[in-house]
């Protein structure tokens, strides 16, 4: 931008320059036309201010694009702004949502595991009673199994005259 700035002042001193040499030459009267009429005047100095008046519209047009330009970026910003605000309200809602959800759910996922236990704990503790009461049992039929066979072996000692 600043190049320009330069350049742009460097073309206005030239033309000022041309002018300021040549001012007896643009200052000269001229029959001009003005299509139904003619009139007496110096043409240079007539387009020396036609050129100035470009240059001054021109100027207008520039900064009015420049001033909207800056207005448009500072709705955008100020759109933006509102954009990102209405997001992290959103994300702060779903982390809100999230956190209530969790807080909700981990007190019953830890009934679920403590009921879990302790039915596990009561199945267990309802095996190891079958278990020992299997193990009596086994042990009873066994008990019983070999009192009858020492009653065998006792009865065959008392047929048994050698004994």
Do not use: C
Not at 11 to 28: D, S
Not at 35 to 56: D, K, S, Y
Not at 71 to 77: D, G, L, P
Not at 102 to 111: D, M, S
Request: avoid cysteine; proline fraction near 2%; aromatic fraction near 8%.
């Amino acid at each position: 931008m600043y190049l320009h700035t330069l350049l742009l002042l460097f073309v206005f001193g030239a033309i000022a320059a041309f002018a300021a040499v040549n001012w007896g030459i643009f200052t000269r009267p001229t029959t001009l036309s003005l299509v139904f009429a003619t009139a007496e005047a110096p043409l240079g100095l007539i387009m020396l201010a036609l050129a100035a008046l470009l240059t001054v519209l021109f100027l207008m047009f520039l900064v009015y694009l420049e001033t909207s330009v800056i207005i448009e970026t500072r709705r955008h910003a100020r759109e933006l702004r509102t954009h990102r605000e209405l997001a992290e309200r959103a994300e702060t809602s779903r982390l809100t949502d999230l956190r209530s959800y969790l807080e909700a759910e981990l007190p019953k996922l830890a009934g679920q595991t403590a009921n879990s236990w302790t039915d596990m704990q009561t199945r267990l503790s309802q095996l190891n009673k079958d278990l020992r009461s299997a193990i009596e049992q086994a042990g009873n039929t066994l008990s019983a199994y070999i009192g009858e066979l020492e009653d065998r072996l006792e009865g065959g000692r008392k047929s048994d005259p050698d004994v």
